[in-house]
């Protein structure tokens, strides 16, 4: 299904920015995406580059594990993004904060769960973007890295990490290696973050 997407996935992303891109907007507490990222399995995620930022407002009850993960502690917003181009579809998930900066993203590999993806998707509640939102504006990658997400109870805290997938698909790492390529950032090697 996404053989099509092998030889020319480097340049999705770029067109995404020309190609008319479809979102989806959705509301969804930080919490509520900690509780169904470990279901998707595989998927490409880059956080944005200023990850350093202090975090103004923590949501109560969520930790993670490694900073690379706190740009998903600001979600307010997800936009479902996709795009239909030469090369076939793309789908990704646009994790916005409360003041509508882009955060981080999460690509859909073929290794992802598609169910779990349309779930996660289902719990958000639907909203109209502000006209201020419907194109979220200066993100840069800070890495890319394919990753599963696990949660696991800390003192009575939700703690969000990031594993090593267990096993991911040449076409997957050939995929996520392109989308990286795009966003002019290294894949990192699928080792653990957290």
Partial sequence: MFGWLASHAAMICRRADTSPVQRRWLRM???QLARHLPQLGSVLYLPEQAIANT??????????????????LQTCWLA???VISSDGPHEWLEC????????ARMHLLPDTD???WDALLAIGAPIAAPVS?????????????VLCFRTRQLAGLALLSGIAPVAISTLGLGIAGEIARA???ELRPPVAVG
């Fill in 55 to 72: 975090l103004v407002h923590p949501p109560h009850g969520l930790l993670v594990e490694h900073l690379e993960l706190s740009p998903l």
């Fill in 80 to 82: 479902a993004a996709s």
């Fill in 29 to 31: 507490s930080p919490l």
């Fill in 183 to 185: 966003e002019a950032v």
């Fill in 133 to 145: 939102l419907q194109r979220p504006r200066g993100f840069r990658a800070e890495s890319a890295r």
């Fill in 96 to 103: 916005i904060d409360r003041y509508g900066r882009l955060r």
């Fill in 114 to 116: 598609y169910l779990a």
